[in-house]
């Protein structure tokens, strides 16, 4: 499942250093090491404008050591780039030098660089973003404008929660927003279209606001927040102790003196810009430059689609067929542009579960839908996805989840539930191989469910065929038939 030749992103910023190895599909690719040391080298920046020695050391020993496991692990290329705090010291050059001497080449990203970046990356994984991008890091904050998966225009601004510090006094930061908004001419711009939040800081800040809301499925990518409730996550923030958001899965202690003064600032940028909602993206500066390396081909890709084929590669018994089943059950199915997209999904993963024990095989679907790494997919998404493996595998028409279940309106789960007795039928007709599909079809022909196969064929027209068909019929409220073709 995982290509044979990775490749690193080493990212030195104000906060953290992060190196994050990359394999597998070329459109997504897949996460194979991730690990950050919170450095801190911006921490000191606002006092003395230089970066502080103990920083310097710390990140140092983590960059020594992500070089050596770089080599170990046959990383065919590793890029290094540096944001604001390195950018802005006064002895960054001297930083740098002490980087080279490690073994590394660090670029020091200028901001309308580090603002692009995260534009792309946002786009890389939810394609038809529309609004405005917010990465928020130690030393700065970047505002990006997205649409028809490009980046407009943009902004570096120097709003980074170690520059700020302890949150503000009220007002005033609300002020300062406002004013650097209107300069970029972006304050129109972000009016009744969703913002974009990027950065580890708001990451932790969503999380925080699923544990309180008890979301069944808190996943971060593509969690959406009303606009006001940054104003309400306010007064959580004050009422918990540190031991109460240490005890928040995910959320790291490093994380928490930020969170205070993250909130404040999204407060301040909905006030600024107005957005229709708040939507955290996983996908950030690393994965904007892997991204913008890609050809325009390989961009137009839809994400989820791609990572779908590749893990249903990886773990099906046969040769990929997903986009083959696929195009087998639509004719009887009548799906929107974008539940299709999701179908799609569901057949390229219809084979993942076979190495399973067979009375877990639903289990497994289940699994795989909801906790994948995917991208440019929702949570209601994810739960139908899972509705339709949970079918195909034999779990029936009701997940075992109610609250995760309950993410998703009643239609919206009989759809996922009609792709997964479809794709039932279609593997158990074919055997979980192409050949099967290929000379045959399935038809609505009036108030009939009519499944065609070759003559040459007949013999796959079996009992556990038939079972299958019918029950599919059923759920469609059609009579089945099966017939053979000349």
Same mark, same amino acid.
């Given at each position: 499942m995982f290509a044979s030749k990775p490749v690193a992103i080493i990212d030195i910023g104000s906060n953290s250093v992060r190196l994050v190895v990359y394999s597998g599909a070329t459109r997504i690719p897949s996460v194979i090491f991730n690990e950050k040391v919170m450095a801190g080298l911006g921490r000191e920046m606002t006092e003395t404008g230089a970066l502080g020695e103990g920083a310097q050391a710390r990140a140092l020993n983590a960059l020594?050591?992500?070089?050596?496991?770089?080599?170990?692990?046959?990383?065919?290329?590793?890029?290094?780039?540096?944001?604001?705090?390195?950018?802005?010291?006064?002895?960054?050059a001297d930083f740098l030098e002490r980087v080279r001497?490690?073994?590394?080449?660090?670029?020091?990203?200028?901001?309308?660089?580090?603002?692009k970046a995260a534009g792309l990356g946002v786009i890389s994984?939810?394609?038809?973003?529309?609004?405005?991008?917010?990465?928020?890091?130690?030393?700065?904050?970047?505002?990006?404008?997205?649409a028809d998966r490009a980046v407009k225009r943009r902004v570096s601004l120097p709003l980074g929660v170690l520059r700020l510090g302890e949150a503000t006094r009220e007002g005033?930061?609300? @002020?300062?927003? /406002?004013?650097? !908004? $209107?300069?970029? %001419?972006?304050?129109?711009?972000?009016?009744?279209?969703?913002?974009?939040?990027?950065?580890?800081?708001?990451?932790?800040?969503?999380?925080?606001?699923?544990?309180?809301?008890?979301?069944?499925?808190?996943?971060?990518?593509?969690?959406?927040?009303?606009?006001g409730r940054p104003r309400q996550l306010r007064e959580v923030l004050r009422g918990l102790g540190k031991d109460a958001l240490r005890a928040i899965p995910s959320v790291s202690a490093s994380r928490i003196p930020t969170l205070p003064v993250a909130?404040?600032?999204?407060?301040?940028?909905?006030?600024?810009? @107005?957005?229709? /909602?708040?939507? !955290? $993206?996983?996908? %950030?500066?690393?994965?904007g430059l892997l991204y913008d390396d890609l050809a325009r081909k390989a961009q137009a890709l839809d994400p989820l689609v791609e990572a779908a084929r590749e893990v249903g590669t990886g773990l099906g018994r046969f040769a990929q067929h997903g986009a083959l089943l696929d195009a087998w059950i639509a004719p009887v199915l009548d799906d929107s542009p974008k539940a299709a997209?999701?179908?799609?999904?569901?057949?390229?993963?219809?084979?993942?579960?076979?190495?399973?024990?067979?009375?877990?095989?639903?289990?497994?679907?289940?699994?795989?839908?909801?906790?994948?790494?995917?991208? /440019?997919?929702?949570?209601?998404?994810?739960?139908?996805?899972?509705?339709?493996?949970?079918?195909?595998f034999g779990?029936?028409?009701?997940?075992?989840?109610?609250?995760?279940?309950?993410?998703?309106?009643?239609?919206?789960?009989?759809?996922?539930?009609?792709?997964?007795?479809?794709?039932?039928?279609?593997?158990?007709?074919?055997?979980g191989v192409a050949a099967g599909l290929e000379r045959s079809r399935l038809s609505r022909v009036g108030d009939v469910l009519r499944l065609t196969v070759d003559a040459a064929d007949s013999a796959l027209l079996g009992e556990p065929v038939e079972r299958r068909l019918k029950t599919l019929a059923g759920e469609l409220g059609l009579r089945p038939e099966a017939a053979v073709g000349r």
């Open positions: 020594s050591r992500f070089r050596r496991l770089t080599g170990q692990m046959g990383v065919v290329r590793t890029r290094v780039v540096a944001t604001a705090a390195v950018r802005e010291a006064s002895n960054g001497a490690i073994g590394l080449e660090p670029r020091v990203l200028t901001g309308e660089e580090e603002a994984a939810i394609p038809d973003a529309d609004g405005i991008v917010g990465d928020l890091g130690g030393g700065s904050l970047e505002l990006v404008e997205v005033w930061l609300a @002020r300062k927003v /406002a004013k650097a !908004v $209107s300069g970029a %001419g972006l304050d129109s711009a972000g009016a009744g279209r969703p913002f974009y939040m990027v950065g580890g800081s708001w990451r932790a800040l969503a999380r925080v606001d699923m544990a309180m809301t008890g979301h069944p499925l808190p996943i971060t990518h593509q969690h959406a927040m009303k606009t909130n404040q600032l999204l407060e301040a940028l909905v006030e600024a810009l @107005r957005p229709s /909602a708040l939507v !955290v $993206s996983s996908f %950030g500066i690393r994965e997209r999701l179908r799609l999904a569901a057949c390229h993963l219809a084979d993942i579960a076979w190495a399973a024990h067979p009375d877990f095989r639903a289990e497994r679907g289940i699994d795989m839908a909801l906790h994948g790494n995917w991208v /440019a997919i929702d949570a209601p998404g994810r739960v139908m996805i899972a509705q339709a493996l949970f079918s195909s779990g029936g028409r009701d997940l075992p989840y109610a609250e995760v279940a309950a993410l998703c309106t009643p239609d919206e789960l009989r759809r996922a539930s009609l792709w997964g007795y479809a794709m039932r039928l279609g593997q158990r007709l074919s055997g």
